[in-house]
């Protein structure tokens, strides 16, 4: 997926071989990895300083479940987009802190891929090219934003 | 200091007939929300372990040069995989005891095509809700992957275009997988059964499953029939 401008990404996972599949992941979609934070400080300061386009964020990090207030930071800070990748989807907050979605664990590759590929369209086009894969759910807010909710949907 | 006793008395009595003090609900309330509390703290470090797992693996493949290995620990991480799919699912709804065999078999059916990277595999896919005791959804979902990695690998070598049919559905006395393609066929069997086939074996074994392949001229076509003890999904109080 040649691109001229590829999507920056930013780990938020505090388990390092995780989040160097992750890394994997995204280069083979042709994103671009631009950090890895295990701290939601780390985080902050790496959201602020690069500026990523998405940041992939574990709910639970190395300083305990911080990973909502970082999601929140990088959409109201960062001009980013963040999308949660947990095993815990249930203690999400309604609103997702400001999160465009989220992957729950175990993910499978090929999902994270897919969504990698999904939401590069949404968030360049501002508009979804159609309903999320699965293993993705969006954030009612996003998929209001990208034009799902005018969609018809599948049978 | 005196009303004080008595009342206390009296309030025991009213909680309890027998006089006797008996735990205050909240108590009760309290100790079944940690309980719970610790449940889901259990079962996220599952998730999160059979991530962590899935994720060494492949990390592994990528770095090992021999494409026998990385074939090996491809293998593997596809059949752990598997098992990580059942528990994907696992709590999130409230329901722990009995799983959608329809739902987690679309599940396995996206990873294992979607992931082989095989776009020239059509699939379709007719599945009706049906449970299956907990205990049973590992061993089932591993015999599944193992009979869609086999379709991928032997009814469309090569890159060998074609159409995978899966379905699941409800029987008498349990419920059905069948899985069909219409690829080259059953071949000569190999002299001795791989790794994979002896998996199958094994499971259906465990589960008390049949198994019946036969020609589908063209292609193969799996029929797995398992008894089920549990009962056929209900929704409210209505049997589907």
């Known amino acids: 997926m040649a691109s001229c401008n590829p999507l920056n990404v930013l780990i938020v996972e505090d388990?390092?071989?995780?989040?160097?599949?992750?890394?994997?992941?995204?280069?083979?979609?042709?994103?671009?990895?631009?950090?890895?934070?295990?701290?939601?400080?780390?985080?902050?300061?790496?959201?602020?300083?690069?500026?990523?386009?998405?940041?992939l964020v574990d709910v639970h990090l190395s300083d305990g479940p911080t990973g909502i207030d970082v999601a929140r930071c990088i959409a109201h800070d960062c001009g980013g987009v963040a999308l949660f990748m947990t095993a815990n989807v249930r203690r999400l907050p309604?609103?997702?802190?400001?999160?465009?979605?989220?992957?729950g664990k175990?993910?499978?590759?090929?999902?994270?891929?897919?969504?990698?590929?999904?939401?590069?369209?949404?968030?360049?086009?501002?508009?979804?090219?159609?309903?999320?894969?699965?293993?993705?759910q969006l954030a009612p807010a996003w998929a209001e934003r990208w034009g799902l909710c005018d969609m018809p949907r599948s049978a | 200091m005196q009303d004080n006793i008595s009342s206390g008395r009296e309030t025991d009595l009213l909680v309890n007939g027998q006089g006797s003090r008996?735990?205050?609900?909240?108590?009760?309330?309290?100790?079944?929300?940690?309980?719970?509390?610790?449940?889901?703290?259990?079962?996220?470090?599952?998730?999160?372990?059979?991530q962590l797992i899935t994720s060494l693996l492949?990390?592994?493949?990528?770095?090992?040069?021999?494409?026998?290995?990385?074939?090996?620990?491809?293998?593997?991480?596809?059949?752990?995989?598997?098992?990580?799919?059942?528990?994907?699912?696992?709590?999130?709804?409230?329901?722990?005891?009995?799983?959608?065999?329809?739902?987690?078999?679309?599940?396995?059916?996206?990873?294992?095509?979607?992931g082989s990277g095989r776009r020239d595999i059509q699939v379709r896919m007719q599945l009706e809700p049906v449970d299956l005791p907990a205990a049973h959804a590992a061993p089932l979902a591993l015999l599944i992957s193992e009979l869609l990695v086999n379709a991928v690998r032997h009814a469309f070598p090569d890159g060998r275009p074609g159409v995978l049919s899966i379905s699941v559905g409800r029987q008498t006395d349990g419920l059905f997988v069948e899985i069909a393609d219409n690829g080259v066929g059953m071949g000569t069997p190999a002299a001795a059964p791989?790794?994979?086939?002896?998996?199958?074996?094994?499971?259906?074994?465990?589960?008390?499953?049949?198994?019946?392949?036969?020609?589908?001229?063209?292609?193969?076509?799996?029929?797995?029939?398992?008894?089920?003890?549990?009962?056929?999904?209900?929704?409210?109080?209505?049997?589907?």
């Open chain 2, 194 to 240: 791989g790794f994979g086939e002896t998996i199958v074996t094994l499971l259906s074994g465990q589960l008390g499953a049949q198994r019946e392949t036969t020609d589908a001229k063209p292609g193969v076509r799996t029929v797995i029939r398992l008894p089920v003890n549990g009962r056929p999904r209900v929704l409210g109080d209505g049997v589907l």
């Open chain 2, 58 to 114: 492949k990390l592994q493949a990528r770095r090992s040069s021999d494409p026998a290995v990385k074939l090996a620990l491809d293998g593997a991480q596809v059949r752990v995989s598997a098992v990580a799919t059942v528990h994907r699912r696992l709590f999130r709804g409230e329901e722990v005891e009995q799983f959608d065999v329809a739902a987690f078999v679309e599940d396995l059916v996206d990873d294992v095509i979607g």
């Open chain 1, 106 to 136: 175990p993910y499978s590759e090929h999902g994270v891929k897919m969504a990698l590929v999904y939401l590069e369209v949404c968030l360049k086009e501002g508009r979804a090219p159609g309903m999320p894969p699965a293993g993705l």
């Open chain 1, 94 to 103: 309604d609103d997702f802190a400001g999160a465009c979605g989220v992957i």
């Open chain 2, 22 to 50: 008996a735990p205050p609900t909240l108590d009760l309330a309290r100790a079944l929300e940690q309980k719970l509390a610790l449940l889901h703290e259990v079962d996220h470090r599952v998730k999160n372990n059979l």
């Open chain 1, 15 to 55: 388990e390092v071989l995780l989040a160097a599949e992750l890394g994997y992941l995204i280069g083979e979609v042709g994103c671009v990895e631009v950090g890895h934070a295990m701290t939601s400080q780390e985080a902050v300061a790496m959201a602020r300083e690069l500026r990523p386009d998405l940041a």
